[in-house]
């Protein structure tokens, strides 16, 4: 009982501090071929940046690969011959970056925010000859305004954390009852299935919502994650997904004999699709088609959506209401698979 | 079962490895033009030129904009305030208005990063006419040039593929073992064991061995999909990626076994195990990279086996690293590996 | 008596959990070749008692020998020497007969033509032949009683431990599974055996009752019979019952 409890709150204090997908002391290795006091101000001003950090000086080139082969240093700068004289007699001089792009994104955002730091170089040694004159974007990120990754992180480990208490535990312990034969003494007593399966679901139902307001609980006082919309129509979804998540556990429950069958089941039906595929991490409009449709039918996906809307953007029902139809639909799908399913075993 | 431990693995990692991609394909873009300037419409059409950004409507107020904003149909909204071409044409500063869709803050920071190097862009087109009607002094130019290196093409499978494929083993290993030893102390032959002369290590060999070879299998069906399929070369030595799996497995399945014999009933045993593997993996720079977590979940990582494992597996595969390279982390792998299991052992009492 | 030679020596074994006492000094001795009932209705103590004796759980207190050995010290040669069956069913479900044979022999380090020679004596005896590569999970209980009998007797331990074997298990079949415990004895091998069927008591050489964790009598059945001016053993037993705490 107590681990129900815990390891959801553990699990989200966790994450909330440790998933990001924020650029943070990148290692980074310098081939400085100059070494005047140019190549260093700009060593300076990366590494005091906050995103890289200096920890490799190599001789040559032909180092980088195998620094990079031993797996720590992500990118190498390399500065060519006589950089400050090229800079200031030709008025241009050459840096090289390198990436270790085992790691497409990583790689990727380096090379950015790299690029950023020696725009933002060439503007200040720059100063005064030329008029600041451009172009300026000035931006505004809505519904999360200094693009904290706890803000998306937050509703996916809800919904995973649901959908693990409410599906896999009410798939496992009623195979479970199954498997020990319990099931059986149920069935032939005089209580109706209907009974039956509300009293082994109901305890499930009970703590997965005490697990939500937790989450909830914990995502606005620790991580000022906001509830923006209403929090009964925030309550009243999660409670619409924990009865999805159940009726598919019992859905699970009536294919499979015993616990380890229900589990594995669960374990891939569920668990990976649940990070994967719906959205939790990564966009689902990004994937290919084919797996675009297939998140359709993830229920997490849409329950994502849903508690984004509401606690990050603060709308109304107006915007929610096809999710939550398409979770109503759902739910009713799989209790009546599983009702089909019982009766069939009962003949 | 069998199917289940088998065929289930195989089909996820061929699903989910396209699935696990932080690629932009496309960003929607709501433009508000109220100057309606040909410097205006300059930029906008240089959004619709790059591959990136769709304009998917044009229209004159911010409100309308925002309601789109609001049902995720749009990804961001430019807005060019009246003068802007002006201000342009008189060699103001400019100033165009980006308002992002942040829902997803991972990808609210891509978009922001593209608009800015399409406009940055526009800036460097603008500037070469304006440079020599104001002073004759060369401006000094910091240029740079990348190249990235192993993958060159940035493509996300290669990079994917071998992380989720020690998810696959690291899920197959972990709960199989973690719920075996249990398994038999619920159905009771746990007892017929306990009373006969077996040694404690013996056992617990035996019930290792399978595993063992039901996660090899796994990892030998993913590397020849990975290598025919989906065509991702291969580096590294086969050999070597097999010794470091070896390793692994005795850890993750030292893990798991440690957890039966602690447990009562396989629910337990499921439950905890899932919290390990959900931290394992979320921890373990399959997703998201390992340097941008703080100072202590990076410390934490140093007892987390998934993020030796992928780190190694992507090493070997991706850039050839040898024998010599990934020596550290193994050897701390190894004895992980050994500590688990010498505990497992330990704590699995064949008397109450 | 066949053999006034103590296999099994038990003196002041105290068995306690937390406030609950399962047994409460016991002192008895088994002789070998005897098989010996031990007797007491559901929550006596007589699981904790046995599963004391085959060194699956740490008495309290009290002084045991089985076989020859100290249950304290010498857990893991003790274990050479007895055969156990619980009431759970023991026998891997999922294996065919063959292999459980197999398994448990190389558990007790037969070797492979001892294995093979004892699976193919076993299987003719009880004449499941026709049935050694089909999975236990498939066969009717009884057999698989039969079976999991046998394999605990494999290995000619010099006890064997039989913890409520016939629970669930029709007349007939019982009947044969107790001819099967003779047959056993007769070879030599002490049988231990718990139950909670009075008629099965009349079968034992000797029989002890157990009542609330105490053992309230002990000598052979006709004896108790006599002591207790009881005409069978069911009449016996509600006798010694009728004091127990957990009367309805």
């Known amino acids: 009982m107590l681990i129900l409890f815990g390891m959801p709150i553990v699990q989200l204090l966790l994450f909330g501090f440790v998933i990001t997908n924020d650029l943070k002391d990148v290692k980074m290795a310098v081939v400085d071929h100059s070494k005047d006091s140019y190549t260093n101000e700009i060593i300076n001003k990366i590494t005091s940046s906050g995103y890289f950090k200096l920890t490799d000086n190599l001789e040559s080139i032909n180092q980088v690969e195998g620094v990079f082969r031993k797996g720590e240093v992500k990118l190498a700068l390399v500065f060519e011959p006589d950089f400050a004289t090229n800079l200031t007699k030709e008025s241009k001089a050459k840096v090289q970056i390198l990436t270790d792009a085992s790691d497409p994104n990583m790689a990727n955002l380096a090379v950015n925010y790299l690029q950023g730091i020696l725009q933002n170089y060439n503007l200040e040694i720059n100063r005064g000859k030329v008029l600041p004159f451009q172009v300026k974007p000035q931006t505004r990120m809505y519904f999360n305004t200094s693009l904290e990754s706890v803000f998306m992180f937050v509703p996916g480990i809800m919904a995973t954390i649901l959908m693990l208490v409410s599906a896999m535990m009410t798939s496992i312990s009623i195979a479970r009852e199954k498997e020990l034969g319990t099931m059986e003494i149920l069935l032939v007593s005089p209580l109706k299935p209907l009974q039956i399966i509300l009293g082994k679901v109901t305890p499930y139902l009970l703590l997965s919502f005490i697990n939500a307001l937790v989450i909830v609980g914990m995502g606005y006082f620790v991580f000022g994650v906001p509830v923006l919309g209403s929090f009964a129509l925030l309550m009243a979804e999660s409670i619409l997904f924990i009865l999805l998540a159940l009726s598919l556990g019992i859905f699970i429950s009536t294919v499979s004999n015993s616990q380890q069958v229900a589990m594995m089941l669960s374990m891939f039906a569920l668990m990976l699709p649940t990070i994967l595929l719906s959205g939790f991490i990564f966009p689902i409009r990004n994937m290919p088609l084919p797996l675009q ?3 359709n039918i993830i229920p997490p996906r849409w329950f994502i959506v849903v508690i984004k809307n509401i606690m990050l953007k603060g709308v109304g029902f107006e915007y929610i209401w096809k999710e939550t139809l398409v979770l109503i639909a759902m739910t009713t799908v799989f209790i009546g698979l599983s009702v089909k399913k019982f009766k069939i075993r009962l003949e | 079962m069998l199917p289940i431990i088998f065929v289930m693995p195989i089909i996820q990692l061929c699903i989910l490895v396209f699935a696990a991609t932080y690629d932009m394909k496309n960003t929607n873009l709501y433009v508000v033009d109220k100057d309606l300037s040909s410097h205006s419409r300059e930029l906008i059409s240089k959004f619709n030129g790059s591959p990136f950004f769709t304009v998917k409507d044009l229209g004159f107020s911010v409100d309308a904009g925002e309601k789109e904003l609001f049902k995720d149909k749009v990804d961001a909204i430019l807005v060019f305030e009246k003068g802007f071409g002006n201000d342009v044409d008189l060699k103001r500063p400019a100033g165009v208005q980006v308002l992002v869709n942040a829902i997803d803050a991972s990808a609210a920071g891509l978009y922001n990063a593209y608009i800015q190097a399409v406009i940055q862009d526009y800036n460097l087109h603008l500037q070469p006419k304006l440079i020599n009607a104001k002073t004759r002094q060369p401006i000094q130019i910091v240029d740079n040039s990348y190249s990235h290196l192993f993958n060159p093409e940035m493509d996300y499978i290669p990079y994917m593929l071998p992380g989720i494929l020690v998810l696959l083993v690291t899920v197959i290993g972990l709960f199989l073992s973690a719920m075996n030893v249990v398994r038999e102390k619920e159905i009771g032959t746990i007892e017929q064991i306990n009373v006969t002369p077996i040694k404690k290590y013996q056992f617990l060999i035996g019930k290792l061995i399978p595993f063992l070879i039901i996660g090899f299998f796994e990892l030998g069906v993913g590397l020849l999909l990975a290598t025919f399929v989906f065509k991702i070369p291969f580096l590294g030595s086969l050999g070597l990626i097999y010794l470091v799996a070896f390793v692994y497995l005795l850890v993750v399945l030292g893990i798991g076994l440690l957890i039966s014999t602690q447990t009562d009933t396989q629910q337990q045993a499921m439950f905890i195990a899932w919290f390990f593997m959900v931290v394992f993996i979320m921890m373990s720079g399959l997703f998201t990279p390992v340097e941008s977590m703080p100072e202590w979940g990076q410390k934490l990582n140093f007892l987390n086996p998934v993020s030796y494992f992928i780190k190694m597996i992507r090493m070997i595969m991706l850039k050839g690293s040898g024998f010599k390279d990934v020596m550290r982390e193994l050897g701390i792998l190894g004895l992980y590996g050994i500590a688990m299991l010498t505990i497992a052992v330990n704590r699995y009492r064949k008397v109450s | 008596m066949k053999d006034e030679k103590q296999v099994i020596r038990v003196r002041n074994l105290f068995k306690k959990f937390g406030d609950f006492t399962a047994n409460h000094d016991l002192s ?48 893991e040669l003790l274990k050479r020497n007895i055969g156990y069956m619980s009431q759970k069913f023991s026998l891997y479900e999922d294996l065919t007969v063959y292999e459980n044979i197999r398994f448990y022999g190389g558990i007790y380090g037969l070797s492979r033509k001892e294995i093979k020679m004892k699976a193919d004596e076993l299987l003719t005896t009880l004449n499941l032949e ?4 089909k999975r236990i999970g498939e066969l009717p209980l009884g057999w698989k009683q039969k ?5 605990a007797i494999l290995h000619n331990p010099d006890i064997v431990f039989l913890d409520e074997p016939t629970g669930g298990v029709d007349p007939v079949t019982r009947r044969q599974f107790w001819d099967l415990i003779y047959e056993a004895s007769r070879k030599g091998i002490t049988v231990f055996v718990t139950t909670h069927y009075m008629d099965e008591a009349e079968y034992c050489d000797r029989v002890s009752i157990m009542v609330d964790g105490k053992i309230e009598a002990l000598d052979t059945p006709s004896e108790l019979k006599k002591q207790f001016e009881a005409k069978d053993m069911d009449a016996v037993f509600l006798r010694l019952a009728r004091n127990s705490s957990y009367q309805e």
């Open chain 3, 130 to 133: 026709h049935v050694r590569n």
């Open chain 1, 293 to 295: 449709l297939i998140s």
């Open chain 3, 28 to 75: 008895f001795d088994v002789y070998k070749g005897e098989i010996f009932g031990f007797l007491g209705a559901n929550g006596a103590g007589k699981t904790t008692a046995i599963k004391i004796l085959s060194g699956l759980s740490y008495p309290t207190s009290g002084e045991i020998e089985v076989a020859g050995f100290d249950v304290y010290k010498q857990r």
């Open chain 3, 147 to 151: 079976l999991a009998f046998s394999v």
